[in-house]
């Protein structure tokens, strides 16, 4: 049952008050019964004499004879905790007539397109303000698509520009189930252009839809990848992509730059909703960073150009020991990310002769003579397993016998010969037993890869077929409505039951209160009695 209090300071917002066992309200009953049960009796007078033998044949005063004595007031303290008790154990809540209202916001890239001035965005939210003031009192949260577990404070100007600068930095989806609460409305400002954005599953859509958004043409840059080129490291690989997230067709120039300037430009027609790509090549020497535009630009700039930084794609120098077989110093020379250099200037070793290097180090033991494997070969799990290389046990040999410490890892070994060890400590040194010489018959072949994934495993990352890109999703440059904007009108559920607060606490710290109170009275009138007095 709910029954409408007094209204709050808020215009228009009601209080409802709702039992969760309402039938406990049936013990309210009892009251009569406690101012019953102390009902007062006739007055008696009270005379002080010397023997009570001598009274005992006196009569009794009749009914007309004394007045009958109030009840005793301690039923009002006894009455008062009987019902805040009743009362807690029917669980009293209250319900906020002002409505809940979770705005989700579509950070999407393409929200940055320009109309008549000003950015999809800042329309919507200037409609968002007059739809949520139309709609009544209500408790506003804001979460975005792009990041909906992040709750993002009231809706003002500095929330709304923190929201343009992040957009396009993460990919929206539907909003998690776990976030749809029922005791809320859920509300989407959006231009209709991803309609995935409309579809939350299970049948469900949003309460209110706020949807903005006219223009029908967009070109933008989808990806941007360089890498070196296999024939050639000493060139770069580029490939531009475009996309047209329009409804027709349109024509653009890609323009690519470097720190030096300009390298190149192409002009490219697009057709409505497909991609256009470019590939050319550059010198790798001295370029850092690279940037591809479109021109001329559109409605959409935030999608017309595209950074890309080049780091990823640098040579890494190696100090190699000059006792290292040929066959090893010439795998590094044709590695397209390798290079070698002196000691001091160098970030890693290949050592051949026990030098211990201030540096990460891949170690080639050569103590023995090179003997053939006796046992299968065995993969540590810390190696992945799209790493590996693919090896034949009956084509390598051993040339050292390798001690293993407790802490160190044995990333590859023959039965129980450890064949590769990432030793513990830093810098960090993986050393080999397998023989890299000029006499390691048929593995001459596989040297060069496994040479290149134990320098992986020691720097960290990729050295072979790296790619430095930077990309956005198709989804980023459509512009085009897919739903028609609604006019802007109270929403059909502008009311919503809010989070009901339980009063129970409260009623029964104030039994706790009066218990007390009866206490203290119960324990002043025993001291009285104790003490002679009336």
């Not at 959409?300 to 080049?310: F, G, I, K, V």
């Not at 440059?477 to 802007?488: D, E, G, K, M, Y």
Request: proline share 8%; hydrophobic share 45%.
């Amino acid at each position: 049952m709910a029954l409408g209090l007094a209204a709050t300071p808020d215009a228009g917002a009601r209080q409802l008050l709702s039992w969760v066992t309402p039938l406990w309200l049936l013990g309210l009953a009892m009251l009569p019964l406690i101012r019953w049960l102390h009902r007062g009796g006739p007055r008696r007078q009270a005379l002080t004499v010397s023997r009570l033998a001598l009274w005992q044949g006196a009569e009794r005063p009749g009914p007309a004879g004394g007045e009958r004595r109030p009840p005793d007031p301690a039923w009002r303290r006894r009455a008062l905790l009987t019902a805040l008790l009743v009362i807690a154990l029917a669980e009293p809540q209250w319900h906020s007539s002002r409505a809940r209202i979770t705005v989700w916001l579509d950070d999407s890239l393409h929200m940055l397109t320009r109309e008549d001035g000003t950015t999809r965005l800042d329309a919507g939210w200037a409609a968002l303000q007059a739809q949520l003031a139309a709609s009544g009192p209500a408790e506003v949260e804001l979460r975005s698509l792009g990041d909906p577990w992040r709750t993002r404070g009231a809706p003002d100007a500095a929330l709304l520009a923190a929201v343009a600068a992040e957009a396009g930095r993460h990919e929206p989806g539907p909003p998690p189930e776990a976030l749809l609460s029922r005791d809320r409305q859920h509300w989407l400002l959006t231009d209709g252009a991803d309609a995935s954005l409309l579809d939350w599953g299970s049948g469900r859509g949003p309460d209110h839809l706020v949807a903005v958004g006219r223009t029908q043409r967009n070109a933008g840059l989808q990806r941007l990848a360089a890498r070196r080129d296999p024939e050639d490291p000493q060139r770069l690989q580029l490939l531009v992509v475009a996309i047209n997230g329009g409804a027709a067709e349109e024509t653009r120039e890609i323009v690519v730059a470097d720190d030096s300037g300009e390298q190149g430009r192409t002009l490219r027609t697009i057709a409505a909703g497909r991609t256009a790509s470019w590939r050319l090549t550059l010198p790798a020497a001295g370029v850092g960073r690279l940037r591809a535009v479109l021109q001329p630009g559109d409605a959409l700039a935030a999608d017309d150009e595209l950074r890309l930084d080049l780091a990823p794609l640098r040579r890494r120098r190696l100090a190699v020991d000059a006792a290292c077989p040929p066959s090893v110093q010439a795998a590094v020379d044709a590695h397209p990310r390798l290079e070698r250099g002196s000691l001091d200037a160098a970030e890693a070793a290949i050592d051949c002769s026990g030098l211990r290097a201030p540096l990460p180090t891949v170690s080639l033991q050569a103590r023995q003579l090179p003997t053939p494997l006796t046992a299968a070969l065995r993969w540590s799990s810390a190696w992945p397993a799209a790493q590996r290389v693919v090896l034949d046990p009956d084509r390598l040999r051993s040339a050292a016998r390798l001690e293993v410490g407790r802490a160190d890892v044995v990333l590859l070994a023959a039965g129980d010969e450890a064949l590769i060890v990432r030793r513990d400590g830093q810098p960090a040194r993986i050393e080999t037993a397998l023989d890299f010489g000029a006499g390691a018959g048929g593995a001459a072949a596989e040297r060069p890869l496994l040479l290149n994934r134990m320098l992986e495993q020691l720097l960290g990352e990729p050295l072979l077929d790296g790619v430095a890109m930077a990309e956005r999703s198709a989804a980023a440059s459509r512009v085009v409505p897919q739903t028609a904007a609604p006019p802007a009108q109270r929403p059909d559920r502008a009311v919503a039951t809010g989070r009901p607060r339980a009063a129970t606490q409260a009623l029964l710290l104030a039994a706790l209160a009066v218990l007390g109170w009866e206490l203290a009275v119960l324990a002043r009138q025993s001291a009285r009695r104790r003490a002679g007095t009336p």
